[in-house]
């Protein structure tokens, strides 16, 4: 009789672990994903939990993990706030393929002689007019327009989407601050995609080896 109790004890235990492990989340290493509509992200995998945010369509999330027919994904907001939560995953596809990226200037800029606001204007580059970089001087560009050379401040192009080199090790971190978490390291002269631009911040929103999050500007080459 003590026996027949332990062996129904024992079934009852394994069937508690088999009910575990198909309704636990599987966990995988992050990857880039783009909602395909306007879609809730929900506190957990199910249609009736609570909504933490819409998530708007053709904006990127980190996919960490599935459960059943949802995605459990990280949304970063331009804002540099970043949410945990659920999307059911057929509003979710892989990003298209990503092309290169072009910069104009977004509002009209000296050109000066040298890095530096104490060096003196050479020049003046209007707004929508293109410059071509040549090369970064701490957190200046050097730029070559209409015949003049010299340095524009960074934070003045209008930036596009796009593939951007680093010319030295960057974290990428979960908010536009030095003191976010990093997520990834971007080497000496890697590429990242460039998502966008936060307002009003030299910090832009950037995807690499499957990781989305924040990268200081300072550190593109061209």
């Known amino acids: 009789m003590r026996r027949k109790h332990g062996i129904h004890l024992l079934m009852i235990l394994l069937s508690l672990l088999i009910l ?5 989340v599987i966990t995988s ?8 509509a306007n879609v809730n992200l929900r506190k957990s995998a199910s249609s009736s939990s609570k909504v933490k945010v ?4 053709g904006k990127y999330v980190n996919a960490v993990g599935t ?29 298209s393929s990503e092309s290169g990226t072009t910069a104009e200037v977004a509002t009209s800029i000296w050109i000066r002689s040298g ?16 410059c071509v970089i040549t090369g970064t001087s701490g957190t200046w560009y050097k730029v070559r327009y209409k015949g003049i ?5 960074q934070g003045y192009l209008k930036e596009k989407t796009g593939n951007r080199q680093v010319r030295t090790a960057i974290y990428v971190r979960t908010s536009p601050s030095g003191s976010a978490r990093a997520i990834a390291v971007v080497p000496a ?34």
């Not at 575990?20 to 636990?24: G, I, L, P, R, V």
């Not at 992050?30 to 395909?36: D, F, M, Q, R, Y």
């Open 149 to 153: 050379s010299g340095y524009i401040k």
């Open 54 to 57: 819409t998530v708007p369509k």
């Open 115 to 130: 890095p530096s606001v104490s060096y003196r204007r050479i020049g003046v580059i209007n707004a929508g007019n293109s």
């Open 67 to 95: 459960k059943g027919k949802w995605t459990k994904v990280v949304y970063f907001k331009s804002s540099g706030k970043s949410y945990t939560g659920y999307i059911f995953s057929k509003y979710l596809s892989s990003p």
């Open 189 to 222: 002269n890697g590429t990242v995609y460039v998502r966008s631009k936060v307002s009003g911040k030299n910090w832009y929103l950037v995807s690499y080896n499957g990781r989305t999050g924040y990268m200081y500007g300072g550190y593109f080459k061209y």
């Open 20 to 24: 575990t492990a198909a309704t636990a």
């Open 29 to 36: 290493a992050a990857t880039t994903k783009v909602t395909t």
